[in-house]
Nanobody, 123 residues
Framework: QVRLVKSGGGLVQAGGSLRLSCAAS????????MGWFRQAPGKEREFVAA????????DYADSVKGRFTVSRDNFKNTAYLQMNSLKPEDTAVYYC????????????????WGQGTQVTVSS
């Protein structure tokens, strides 16, 4: 089992930045692909970004390419989502998630989910 604890959400003005952190425990972090999702009220949860277990592969939704950066520190068992140039449409509850690397990052199907963190971007 994997426990995911996320921090770093908050309120920011358009054009600003936030950094989300997601610490994993209960399973070897290096065996996990890590993903980030978000969900706005009344909308389906959508994929944001992911990073493979080795840290060599990343994947981004078109809506965040060039603005968001996903990274990981396996020594700290932590994944990060650096969000720059934030827009009001980025406002959502953000979730970090994990899957066993054997599933394949391209599946975008995750087994473990962290507590959602509200990110609000004001106009």
């Amino acid at each position: 089992q994997v426990r995911l604890v996320k921090s770093g959400g908050g309120l920011v003005q358009a054009g600003g930045s936030l950094r989300l952190s997601c610490a994993a425990s209960g399973r070897a972090f290096s065996s996990l692909n890590m993903g980030w999702f978000r969900q706005a009220p009344g909308k389906e949860r959508e994929f944001v970004a992911a990073i493979g277990w080795t840290g060599r592969s990343t994947d981004y939704a078109d809506s965040v390419k060039g603005r968001f950066t996903v990274s990981r520190d396996n020594f700290k068992n932590t994944a990060y989502l650096q969000m720059n140039s934030l827009k009001p449409e980025d406002t959502a509850v953000y979730y970090c998630a994990a899957m066993g690397a054997s599933r394949g990052m391209a599946s975008r199907k995750y087994d473990y989910w962290g507590q959602g963190t509200q990110v609000t971007v004001s106009s």
